[in-house]
């Protein structure tokens, strides 16, 4: 992948030209990302991109990389809104705007406005909108600080910070290059599902639905949250490795 990258050939060319000799310009900076990964620098931040939901992300260190099962909250924000004619939609904290810019791409039809703490986090989702001709109305700031004070969502989904502060993962794999605000809430891990869950009822509109992502052993403790806030038909989906990943339902 990471030659690929560099000459920007696919793998059919580099098997079909094994032979060729390439120049040294691209030698160097092919010797410079193998030796960045094996220090364990991700290879979306090598190759600059990650697919999600089938579309091509632009990924920089500002940014989480989108992850396999952030898709089930794109799915199951879709079914939520299937019966809502140009439904309005919220993604809170988007970072490389997966989220908010899959849904934008599925339901055309939709508003969707999406928030994020970090400018240069928003700047990313900014730049893959643009690739990917999505239309998304951006807001800096923390969770529904962000928002202009009017403005009511059949849909607010929201894969937030969820892991407690402290918590040895942070310090493993990918973890380690990707943004600390991005993962850590610097708190128990559900602060900021805490905040999302009890602002909720101030932005959804009646029959609204609030879906969240959260960590493999949270969905107890986020369904408990829903339910004392007054959601109704709250339940957890599992990914595809079998975990309750996300949680949800309806105001
Ligand atoms: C786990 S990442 C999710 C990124 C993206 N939605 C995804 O699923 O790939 C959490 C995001 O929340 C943002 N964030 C952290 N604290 C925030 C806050 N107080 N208000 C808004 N966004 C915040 C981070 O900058 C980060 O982009």
Redesign the pocket.
């Known amino acids: 992948m990471l030659l690929e990258h560099v000459l920007q050939k696919p793998r059919s060319w580099l098997l079909a030209h094994d032979t060729d000799v390439i120049d040294s310009q691209a030698t160097a900076q092919f010797l410079t990302l193998c030796a960045e990964r094996r220090q364990g620098k991700p290879m979306a931040q090598l190759i600059g991109y990650r697919e999600f939901m089938q579309y091509r992300f632009m990924v920089t260190p500002d940014?989480?990389i989108?992850?396999p099962e952030?898709e089930l909250l794109v799915e199951t924000g879709v079914q939520a809104i299937e019966s809502v004619s140009a439904p309005a939609i919220l993604?809170?904290?988007?970072?490389?705007g997966?989220?908010a810019i899959s849904l934008a791409l599925l339901r055309q039809d939709a508003f969707v406005v999406a928030?994020?703490?970090?400018v240069p986090?928003l700047s990313v989702a900014q730049q893959n909108a643009q690739a990917l001709g999505a239309r998304i109305q951006w807001w800096q700031?923390?969770?529904y600080e962000?928002l202009p004070p009017e403005g009511r969502f059949d849909l607010i989904v929201s894969?937030?910070?969820y892991i407690a502060s402290g918590d040895p993962h942070l310090e493993l794999g990918d973890l380690r290059f990707e943004?600390v605000?991005?993962?850590t809430d610097f708190a128990d891990g559900l602060s900021?599902i805490r905040l999302i869950i009890a602002g909720a009822a101030m932005h959804l509109k009646p029959g609204g639905q609030l879906w969240l992502e959260h960590g493999y052993d949270q969905s107890m403790a986020v369904q408990n949250l829903l339910r004392d806030h007054g959601f109704t038909g709250v339940r957890s989906l599992q990914d595809l490795a079998g975990i309750a990943r996300v949680t949800g339902g309806a105001l």
């Open positions: 940014v989480l989108p992850r952030t993604d809170l904290g988007t970072g490389s997966a989220v928030t994020d703490l970090s986090a700031g923390s969770w962000a894969n937030p910070p943004p605000s991005a993962l900021a």
